[in-house]
């Protein structure tokens, strides 16, 4: 039985490989999953009084809240004492991992879901930012410079350590409200008696209370929505490949929980996914262990990227 499935696995690689080495494409670069603040933003009030979150003790300030080398540790108990460098960085060149990550690790939309991944695959991904053979010039490359390796390691088995829980709901739609890039952290934000509009060929991923969110609040999630059929056809890509590619689960596991050192993706920004497959296509991330990946997605379009990143995020993390 174990040399049957072995042998079907072989076989399923090779002929993979045959039908990849055929296509090439220059790569598909969908621009809202890379967020760019928008150009025109709607006037929003906002107290500089201090905030407080519910189930949390603490209170800070709009400006302690965006002090990026100190953010906020709303529930102190579920973190203890987080290394130095998830807490304050390391000024003024690597900001504290907590601020774009949350001290949870699950991150938000523009940054990255980082709770429970192999500490090894993350000390890679420095690596890869520090090398620059991973790009991401405006923020991690930088920030992975000026990190000591000590501090990768210890942030590494850190965020490693987080459990990770349900943080994006997956939603299909055909209608949703309409939205904006917030200046604040490149967040996506609901547009202010906007009104409705079609969602079109994407994702949009909009957090469910967004002062709470904007506070970097870690109890308070997102919302995904995708076009209708995208999990359906997603499930169908990432179990078999259906002739386009190879079943994702053969390396990130079943249910999508990750497998050794292969990242999970059940749960992670679908927005966050779909810019990786991006970024392996055009390769903006190009470690020696993402050749793999640049395989896998040599023959995917936008959409089958969105449905993907629709299933493996609406999956239990
Ligand atoms: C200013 C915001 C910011 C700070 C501070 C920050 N990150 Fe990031 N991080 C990001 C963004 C944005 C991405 C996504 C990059 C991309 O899209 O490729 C990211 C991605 C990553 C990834 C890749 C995740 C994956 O699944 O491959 C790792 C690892 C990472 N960060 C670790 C760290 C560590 C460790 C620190 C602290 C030393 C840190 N980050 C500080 C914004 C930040
Ligand atoms: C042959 C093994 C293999 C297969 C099959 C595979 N992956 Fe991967 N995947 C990897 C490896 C290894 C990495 C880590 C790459 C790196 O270190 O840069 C990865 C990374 C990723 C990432 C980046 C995760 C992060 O946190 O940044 C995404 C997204 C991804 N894979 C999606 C998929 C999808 C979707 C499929 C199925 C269509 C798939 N992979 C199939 C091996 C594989």
């Known amino acids: 039985m174990r040399w049957f499935l072995r042998a079907s696995l072989f076989a399923s ?13 220059a790569g598909i670069r969908p621009a809202w999953a890379f967020p760019v ?37 709303w529930y102190p108990d579920e973190v203890g004492n987080p290394p130095s ?24 939309p523009e940054s990255a879901d980082i709770a429970g991944m192999p500490a090894d695959y993350l000390i890679k991904q420095m690596a890869n930012f520090k090398s620059g053979v991973r790009k991401d010039t405006a923020r991690m490359n930088g920030i992975a ?12 088995e850190w965020f490693a350590s987080r459990k990770p829980k349900t943080w994006v709901k997956v939603q299909e739609v055909d209608i949703l409200p309409k939205s ?3 200046v604040k952290g490149r967040m996506r934000l609901v547009l202010p008696n906007g009104g409705t509009e079609a969602i079109g060929n994407r994702i949009v991923e909009l957090p469910d209370d967004p002062m709470r969110a904007t506070s970097r609040d870690p109890h308070s999630g997102f919302t995904a929505y995708v076009p209708k059929g995208s999990v359906a056809k997603g ?10 590619t190879i079943s994702c689960e053969i390396c990130h596991g079943a249910g999508l929980k990750g497998l050794g050192d292969v990242p999970r993706l059940a749960g992670l920004h679908p927005i966050y996914i ?30 089958d990227m969105i449905a993907l990143a629709a299933y493996a995020a609406s999956l239990q993390p």
């Open 235 to 244: 499930a169908a890509l990432a179990s078999s490949g259906i002739g386009k």
């Open 85 to 108: 460098i998830v807490q304050k960085g390391t000024p003024p060149n690597a900001l504290a991992c907590g601020s774009c990550h949350l001290m949870s690790g699950q991150g938000h």
């Open 274 to 303: 779909v810019r990786q497959l991006s970024n392996f296509q055009t390769g903006v991330s190009a470690g020696t262990s993402s050749a793999l990946m640049k395989r896998v997605v040599s023959n995917l379009t936008e959409d």
């Open 145 to 156: 410079k000026a990190v000591s390796d000590e501090d990768v390691k210890s942030a590494s």
């Open 180 to 182: 904006y890039v917030s």
């Open 13 to 25: 690689l090779l002929s993979f490989i045959a039908m990849s080495t055929t296509a090439q494409t």
């Open 37 to 73: 603040a928008d150009k025109e933003q709607p006037k929003v009030e906002e107290s500089s009084e201090p905030r407080k979150m519910p189930g949390s003790a603490k209170a800070y300030t709009p400006e302690q809240i965006d002090d990026l080398s100190n953010p906020p540790i």
